[in-house]
């Protein structure tokens, strides 16, 4: 660059000195070819950095951190009178991201995850009943403190004229979804069904976008599972069935008929409309064989269930349609332009499998064992609709930071798939009768440190709101409860305050 600059000097004099020699008029002409031949020398170098710049970047890693330390404070009251409480529970969780992206078209994202209590016990794991490292949930939950992958997928893009396509494989981003990540303080959602599905699986998606003709359109079709029916390894490989020694009683991972059998999920997803202000998302699924607590003893006296055993129950459907505003109107003021409003309204609806037997001990009652036909969902062997309603408003403040408001109603019988939810008292999204909440968050050091105050209040109409799908998802009012001899969880409140590092 110096030498093309000095170049550039002398042809100047030498033009102002000697422009009316020819002699030197034809050695400033050489000169000038000179400078452009080095001019167009430096540009094929600064392209050739550019383009080895551009394959080291490819050929990286990119990492992100997401460290979150929080204090809850929570309370639960049951139907009797009952208090539990915890004043202090400290847990660190810990989100390390990854990328990479060999070419324009294609792109691998993971997630690496713990999540655990201050000073978590030996036997802090397998407790709950083991639904604590249910797959469902094992980086939501408090564990222990080695590293899980919560995310591991590959993301091909396409496009076909005007219409793009994307193509996904493998653990999929189904947690913190559209609206969910408004309370999460996350400024872009992790999936779009944040009312209905809230939980980790392995799947698969197709999506075909359509944005070319209607801002922000596109329609997807998702396939997960989320449980699978297979022995485990067997201690002899080559054992024979039936052979009285060693080995296991099938071959290697193979269907197991004394398990549940495999849980998957299909749905589509459409956006119909989303410029960037107003936005509209839907969604439908149904979730296929999916598993529930079913009695297994009945005590005699009260009626009530001693003994439970994990089975299948049936097939559950679920739809969602929500409206989001980031920003009210346009340019009234700065208040209104940096408040978001939001409204989303649900639905789910059982398909019980009424042609399954299952044997119930009735000694209690001088009954013996008996079989009982069908597999009721939610404590009923008709088919169940419930339904739910979510309002929430995020609004500045006079700090820089964000204050939120959001009231959730449930219904009797409504049921979604969000026992992810990162509420510690349990899914508010999922209570059958009334939640409230109210956050701010605040940032404290730009957009990499910052800390927010939450407060959650549940307050269950019904019982079964956190359950799975069999027995003990059944609704029941508090007295009728507290007629078989239950003490519910009436309400439950939580007190959070966390500090977040993200780069």
């Given at each position: 660059?110096?030498?093309?600059?000095?170049?550039?000097?002398?042809?100047?004099?030498?033009?102002?000195?000697?422009?009316?020699?020819?002699?030197?008029?034809?050695?400033?002409?050489?000169?000038?070819?000179?400078?452009?031949?080095?001019?167009?020398?430096?540009?094929?170098?600064?392209?050739?950095?550019?383009?080895?710049?551009?394959?080291s970047a490819q050929n990286?890693?990119?990492?992100?951190?997401?460290?979150?330390?929080?204090?809850?404070?929570?309370?639960?009251?049951?139907?009797?009178?009952?208090?539990?409480?915890?004043?202090?529970?400290?847990?660190?969780?810990?989100?390390?991201?990854?990328?990479?992206?060999?070419?324009?078209?294609?792109?691998?994202?993971?997630?690496?995850?713990y999540n655990k209590a201050?000073?978590?016990?030996?036997?802090?794991?397998?407790?709950?009943?083991?639904?604590?490292?249910?797959?469902?949930?094992?980086?939501?939950?408090?564990?222990?403190?080695?590293?899980?992958?919560?995310?591991?997928?590959?993301?091909?893009?396409?496009?076909?004229?005007?219409?793009?396509?994307?193509?996904?494989?493998?653990?999929?981003?189904?947690?913190?979804?559209?609206?969910?990540?408004?309370?999460?303080?996350?400024?872009?959602?992790?999936?779009?069904?944040?009312?209905?599905?809230?939980?980790?699986?392995?799947?698969?998606?197709?999506?075909?976008?359509?944005?070319?003709?209607?801002?922000?359109?596109?329609?997807?079709?998702?396939?997960?599972?989320?449980?699978?029916?297979?022995?485990?390894?067997?201690?002899?490989?080559?054992?024979?069935?039936?052979s009285p020694v060693g080995?296991?009683?099938?071959?290697?991972?193979?269907?197991?008929?004394?398990?549940?059998?495999?849980?998957?999920?299909?749905?589509?997803?459409?956006?119909?409309?989303?410029?960037?202000?107003?936005?509209?998302?839907?969604?439908?699924?149904?979730?296929?064989?999916?598993?529930?607590?079913?009695?297994?003893?009945?005590?005699?006296?009260?009626?009530?269930?001693?003994?439970?055993?994990?089975?299948?129950?049936?097939?559950?459907?679920?739809?969602?349609?929500?409206?989001?505003?980031?920003?009210?109107?346009?340019?009234?003021?700065?208040?209104?332009?940096?408040?978001?409003?939001?409204?989303?309204?649900?639905?789910?609806?059982?398909?019980?499998?009424?042609?399954?037997?299952?044997?119930?001990?009735?000694?209690?009652?001088?009954?013996?064992?008996?079989?009982?036909?069908?597999?009721?969902?939610?404590?009923?062997?008709?088919?169940?609709?419930?339904?739910?309603?979510?309002?929430?408003?995020?609004?500045?403040?006079?700090?820089?930071?964000?204050?939120?408001?959001?009231?959730?109603?449930?219904?009797?019988?409504?049921?979604?798939?969000?026992?992810?939810?990162?509420?510690?008292?349990?899914?508010?999204?999922?209570?059958?009768?009334?939640?409230?909440?109210?956050?701010?968050?605040?940032?404290?050091?730009?957009?990499?440190?910052?800390?927010?105050?939450?407060?959650?209040?549940?307050?269950?109409?019904?019982?079964?709101?956190?359950?799975?799908?069999?027995?003990?998802?059944?609704?029941?009012?508090?007295?009728?409860?507290?007629?078989?001899?239950?003490?519910?969880?009436?309400?439950?409140?939580?007190?959070?305050?966390?500090?977040?590092?993200?780069?």
């Amino acid at each position: 660059m110096k030498k093309i600059v000095t170049l550039s000097a002398i042809a100047f004099l030498s033009t102002a000195a000697f422009a009316a020699d020819a002699d030197f008029q034809k050695q400033i002409d050489e000169l000038n070819q000179k400078i452009e031949q080095l001019q167009q020398a430096n540009n094929k170098q600064d392209k050739k950095i550019s383009e080895v710049n551009a394959q080291s970047a490819q050929n990286n890693i990119k990492f992100n951190i997401d460290f979150r330390t929080a204090y809850d404070n929570l309370r639960y009251k049951t139907a009797s009178g009952e208090t539990f409480s915890n004043d202090a529970l400290y847990t660190n969780r810990l989100w390390l991201g990854m990328g990479y992206a060999p070419t324009d078209d294609m792109l691998f994202k993971g997630q690496l995850a713990y999540n655990k209590a201050f000073g978590a016990s030996y036997g802090q794991r397998g407790t709950g009943f083991g639904f604590d490292t249910f797959d469902w949930v094992i980086n939501e939950n408090l564990t222990d403190d080695a590293l899980r992958v919560r995310e591991a997928y590959w993301l091909w893009n396409l496009r076909t004229g005007s219409i793009g396509w994307t193509a996904s494989i493998g653990r999929r981003p189904s947690t913190n979804g559209f609206l969910s990540n408004l309370r999460e303080d996350d400024a872009k959602a992790k999936s779009p069904m944040g009312h209905v599905i809230n939980m980790e699986f392995d799947g698969a998606s197709v999506a075909m976008k359509l944005d070319s003709y209607v801002p922000g359109m596109y329609v997807k079709l998702c396939l997960g599972r989320g449980l699978t029916n297979a022995t485990g390894w067997a201690s002899e490989a080559t054992k024979a069935i039936g052979s009285p020694v060693g080995g296991s009683s099938q071959p290697n991972y193979t269907k197991d008929g004394n398990n549940l059998d495999n849980v998957d999920m299909a749905g589509f997803i459409f956006v119909p409309y989303d410029n960037g202000q107003y936005s509209v998302e839907t969604t439908w699924y149904r979730g296929f064989n999916v598993p529930g607590l079913y009695a297994t003893s009945i005590d005699g006296a009260t009626g009530a269930p001693t003994a439970y055993s994990m089975r299948n129950g049936g097939d559950m459907d679920g739809a969602a349609i929500s409206f989001k505003a980031d920003g009210i109107g346009e340019g009234i003021n700065d208040f209104l332009d940096e408040t978001t409003l939001f409204a989303s309204f649900a639905m789910s609806k059982s398909h019980p499998n009424i042609g399954i037997t299952r044997a119930v001990d009735m000694s209690s009652m001088g009954m013996g064992t008996i079989n009982m036909t069908g597999n009721s969902m939610l404590g009923s062997n008709e088919s169940e609709t419930g339904t739910s309603i979510w309002l929430g408003a995020v609004m500045p403040n006079l700090t820089g930071g964000k204050f939120g408001l959001e009231y959730n109603h449930g219904s009797k019988y409504w049921r979604p798939f969000t026992y992810g939810e990162d509420t510690m008292i349990g899914s508010k999204m999922a209570t059958r009768g009334n939640a409230y909440e109210a956050y701010w968050s605040q940032p404290i050091i730009k957009d990499v440190f910052s800390m927010q105050i939450r407060y959650t209040y549940l307050d269950y109409k019904y019982t079964g709101s956190n359950a799975f799908f069999g027995d003990g998802g059944t609704p029941m009012t508090m007295s009728e409860a507290k007629a078989m001899g239950m003490d519910p969880v009436e309400t439950a409140q939580d007190i959070r305050v966390y500090f977040r590092y993200r780069y």
